[in-house]
């Protein structure tokens, strides 16, 4: 017998409808979103997500270049779903740490990252304080909002997020409450890299970090617009420059011989008020040690130069500055000056303009007095940048935090390439404009 066509008729709308809510979903999130909370005391940005069975909060130090997530696991590392890395498993291997087939060290406690023998083993590091323990490859849940760009999304799951297990002594130096690092870097472990493989998304992400410790800014990762609540969206505003690879991992003495998982860029001189500032250009490439060149660091509060860069930065800066007062220097840094003359802008106070001159013909990155100056009391005020000393120097220019706050970045592990926009504060904007995703 025929159905009657009415029936027929929604057979087929209802037919329809489900199928378009099934691709919706299938098509996944677009965007994940964590929020950057700065710690006021450590100078640290801060992120949370959530891990384990049952899920907890785990706080974390947002590590650029780092390459990993690592969590202490030595203590109170509770979860039915944590699963090692096995030795010699596809995992162990993205993880580069195929030559590391070793039973763990004696001193580290059997139980989470200590599980097998052999067992994948690795150096979780903390970059804030340089020290390194050995740890396991492991795996668990974890959970990060996403959004569709405009709003907030469901909660997704990541079931097998890989992390480096490491010890209790390593979280010393990290701020209150932070139990490991949130590694965004050039590995195929890494925050966006993971995430990208799990669901799908574009190798890419977007970077803001506020200036100020009572404001959120925010990591995004996936394909842009990274839109603001503005009718504009990062397209309109940024400048790409190239990243480049370090071939030589110069931060954790026991991974010679990998590539760095940091982030450089190819700046070719500073100008200063417009003016190139006299320096040795050799020091701004990478020599075959990979030593030298330019990288952006969340783990440095403050850019850190070379010492004969920064010798020259703060002559030409200075000079640069000539209706202000100079007072003494306050540590770390060593330029200082009373502000009752400094004027102030939308962009912070009214000092000369420091351009970070990239390799592309035409193409500079602009810090403004926001960016290039620190308030240490009332009436003084410092440039923000730090002298790294002759002898111990590695990368000449490293970038620090206070110099990208307010700034979008986009990090574009595929085309490789880096996109900023400068201070955000000329267009009267904030990373803070991103809350309505990190929060609400
Ligand atoms: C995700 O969003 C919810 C609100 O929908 C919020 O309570 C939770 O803290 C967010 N999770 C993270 C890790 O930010
Ligand atoms: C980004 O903003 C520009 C200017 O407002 C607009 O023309 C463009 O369509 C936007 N792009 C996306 C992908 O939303
Ligand atoms: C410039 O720096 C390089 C690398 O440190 C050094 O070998 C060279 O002597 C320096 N040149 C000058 C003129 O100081
Ligand atoms: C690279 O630069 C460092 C620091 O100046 C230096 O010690 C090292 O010898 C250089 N390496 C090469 C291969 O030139
Ligand atoms: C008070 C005053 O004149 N301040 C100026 C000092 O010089 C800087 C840099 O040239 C100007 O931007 C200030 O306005």
Not at 30 to 40: E, F, G, R, S, T
Not at 53 to 78: A, K, Q
Not at 167 to 182: F, N, Q, S, Y
Not at 340 to 362: F, Q
């Amino acid at each position: 017998m025929a159905f009657p066509s009415s029936l027929l008729f929604s057979l087929l709308c209802l037919f329809l409808y489900t199928s378009s809510s099934l691709a919706k979903t299938k098509s996944g999130p677009k965007q994940l979103v964590l929020p950057i909370y700065k710690d006021a005391s450590t100078l640290q940005y801060l992120t949370q997500i959530k891990q384990r069975t049952p899920l907890v909060p785990v706080h974390l130090t947002i590590d650029l270049g780092g390459r990993s997530l690592w969590t202490d696991c030595e203590h109170g590392y509770i979860s039915t779903s944590i699963q090692p890395g096995g030795c010699g498993t596809t995992q162990c291997r993205l993880a580069q740490a195929s030559k590391e087939c070793e039973p763990c060290q004696p001193t580290f406690p059997v139980g989470p990252g200590c599980t097998n023998s052999p067992t994948c083993w690795r150096f979780p590091q903390n970059t804030v304080t340089r020290s390194a323990s050995g740890g396991e490859l492991a795996s668990d849940i974890i959970t990060i909002n996403s959004t569709d760009g405009k709003s907030r999304g469901d909660v997704v799951i990541v079931p097998q997020f890989l992390f480096f297990c490491g010890l209790t002594t390593i979280v010393d130096g990290l701020a209150k409450g932070v139990t490991g690092m949130a590694g965004l870097g050039r590995t195929k472990i890494s925050f966006p890299v993971q995430l990208a493989s799990a669901l799908k998304l574009k190798r890419k992400f977007a970077l803001c970090l506020s200036s100020s410790a009572t404001s959120n800014g925010v990591v995004i990762f996936g394909e842009g617009p990274y839109n603001f609540p503005t009718n504009s969206n990062d397209s309109t505003f940024l400048t790409y420059t190239s990243l480049i690879l370090n071939k030589v991992n110069t931060e954790v003495r026991v991974l010679r011989g990998e590539a760095s998982a940091e982030y450089f860029i190819g700046v070719k001189s500073i100008r200063i008020n417009n003016k190139p500032v006299k320096l040795n250009t050799t020091l701004l490439q990478i020599n075959s040690s990979g030593y030298g060149g330019t990288k952006i660091s969340t783990v440095n509060p403050y850019t850190v130069l070379e010492t004969s860069i920064y010798n020259a930065v703060i002559k030409a800066f200075v000079s640069e500055l000539k209706n202000v007062t100079r007072v003494p220097a306050v540590a770390p840094f060593g330029a200082c000056f009373s502000s009752k003359n400094i004027g102030s802008t939308r962009v912070g106070p009214a000092v000369p303009t420091i351009d970070l001159v990239m390799e592309e013909s035409g193409v500079f990155w602009r810090m403004f007095g926001a960016n290039s100056m620190v308030r240490v009391t009332k009436n003084v005020m410092c440039l923000g940048f730090v002298d790294g000393g002759e002898a111990t120097f590695i990368t000449s220019i490293v970038i620090g935090g206070h110099q990208v706050e307010e700034n979008l970045l986009t990090f574009d592990l595929d085309k490789s390439r880096l996109g900023f926009s400068s201070s955000l504060l000329l267009r009267q904007i904030t990373c803070e404009n991103y809350r309505v995703l990190a929060h609400a």
